[in-house]
């Protein structure tokens, strides 16, 4: 490796660490601290890699881009990079994004099932019971026998689908930008949703944000649901029309289980708090002891692929080309 890329690296994982890290790069911790004003670490000019704090505001993930001159790669510790593509125009040209592809989908597709069955088979509702002492059995729904339709299906939603196969669901639909085939079966184009949403007895949302995606799930999307329906949202909370979803929450002809809500956090008093028929989790679906090892290979790895100047994984758009800024 040349004399002129071995520059500053920020981590927000301290480097010490991160097994298998390559040498001829200097590794910088830098987490934005508790309050997001945490010092920065060196000269942000000097910055070639910048891994963006993870579980953090906008604000503080955002915080050095305009200094760092000779950023070459921002590498993210999550699937969606909707934070940094807003921002994309205080990167100089060249600069790769890439995203956390491989880190959660364990989690993510765990979570979505998790919701998946709670929803269905009353979790809530018994947790509530038991806090009051009350033994309150009931008929549920089973995820058996349903049919499922999974609306974004990159590696988060084929790991979901991989979940869902034992328990016995009668067919998974599986939608994306465009057509395609898998091992398991097609993968439909959006522009086929009004036609699939009909027969979707669950319908999980797990599509990437960005100007297609945000508020997909609007009205007449909702409305083409069948009655009972559930819609678990594991992607944004933008990709939902939050005030649609309270339409139908409020007439009781939907239910919902959602990780992330648009505003996020929700605020105390939000009607979402109280409708009826909705699960909330709070943005959990990445968190888990499963990010930790998988952040750190992942890491490991793309540096090596760096320092030897070997192709990046999960490249989503390269600054100053036709798809960037």
Known sequence: MTADLARDVWLPIPPDEIDGLPD???????????????????????????????????SVKVRPLREMRGLQVVQTLTAGVDDITARLGDLVPGVRLCNARGVHEASTAELALTLTLAALRGIPQFVRAQDEGRWRSAFRPALADKNVLVVGYGSIGSAIEDRLVPFEVARVARVARSWRTTA?????????????????????????????????????????????????????????????????????????????????????????????GVLISPHVGGPTSAFRPRAERLLADQLGRFVNREPLRNVIVTTGTENGS
Not at 34 to 47: E, K, N, V
Not at 198 to 207: N, R
């Open 24 to 58: 001829g790069l200097d590794y910088l911790f830098w987490d934005g601290g508790d309050s997001g004003d945490q010092p920065f670490p060196g000269d942000p000019a000097r910055c070639v890699v910048y891994v963006v704090p993870y579980m953090k505001r906008q």
């Open 184 to 276: 398991r079966g097609p993968v439909h184009p959006i522009a086929e949703l009004p036609a699939l949403l009909p027969e979707a007895d669950v319908v999980i949302v797990s599509t990437p944000l960005d100007d297609s995606t945000r508020g997909l799930v609007d009205a007449g999307f909702l409305a083409r649901m069948k009655d009972g329906a559930l819609l678990v949202n594991v992607a944004r909370g933008a990709v939902v029309d939050t005030e649609a979803l309270l339409a139908e929450l409020e007439s009781g002809r939907l239910v919902a289980a959602l990780d992330v809500t648009d505003p996020e956090p929700l605020p105390a008093g939000h009607r979402l708090w109280t409708a009826p």
